[in-house]
């Protein structure tokens, strides 16, 4: 009787979901800046052809969109970023700006703090691993169990404070949204969405960082942009609210903590030139 031959045993690999398997090492760093700026542009290139009424560029910016991959390839992309080789989780850098003020409130034996990730790409990273938080993951196109496929704007807004958030975070969010206006309208929501400064008294360790956003921008977006700098996105900021609590700036990334103190006081802000010159970006935040 003939032996049977053995197949070749599969790899648990092809079992998981896609958040937990490890992108190959043949992306390059080059090829997936290049695929995430591609889409952006398209993006922005669809919401001016919207703007216009031009439903044949729409079907052919969409033909293009489809052929990167789609909202999938984007996610893959930053996912990619998310590595270890790739300088990794943006959200060590909010663990370890607010530790201090975690751990004084956990020896208080203090509740768990509620937090809205939105564009939430896992359910491992270090906010998820920290212990502190009791999260909520949302994003346009979920990646896996644990994460609820949602669009922020679209988001019910909460009912009473038990549905609000200490905090949320936008790490690479804002700079997808492909308009100016919805970018300051985004910002302007995230302030529905957070607890009232004044139920911290009961937690004082709190008070410092708390209820806040945190926010993760590439890093041109603030510094060589010709309509916003560190100075006009601070004063935003301040107009709905927020006061900058901690900054860090990398070679790709800027990250902030904004802490919300009251309601602000509300301004108008343009789509206006600050810096001029033929290697700009446009990216912008209009308000009001």
Partial sequence: MALKKKRPQKSLAVGRPPILQRQPKSITRKSTKALIN???LLEKRKKQALSKGDDTAVAAIDAEIRALGGLEAYQKASLQGQREDRGGDSSRVLIEWLQPCLAAHKEGSGRMLKLLEVGALSTQN??????HFDI???????????ILQQDFMERSLPKDDTERFDIISLSLVLNFVPDPKGRGEMLKRTTEFLRAPGRYLEAPSLTTNFP???LVLPAPCVTNSRYLDEEKLT????SLGY???ASKMTQRLVYYLWKRGGKGVPRRFRKEEIRSGPTRNNFAVVLG
């Fill in 126 to 131: 270090a906010c998820s691993q920290s212990g």
């Fill in 243 to 245: 006061t900058k609590v």
């Fill in 212 to 214: 806040s956003l945190f």
């Fill in 38 to 40: 591609k889409h952006h």
């Fill in 136 to 146: 909520t993951r949302i994003d346009l196109n979920s990646q896996g169990e644990g």
């Fill in 235 to 238: 004063v935003i900021m301040e």
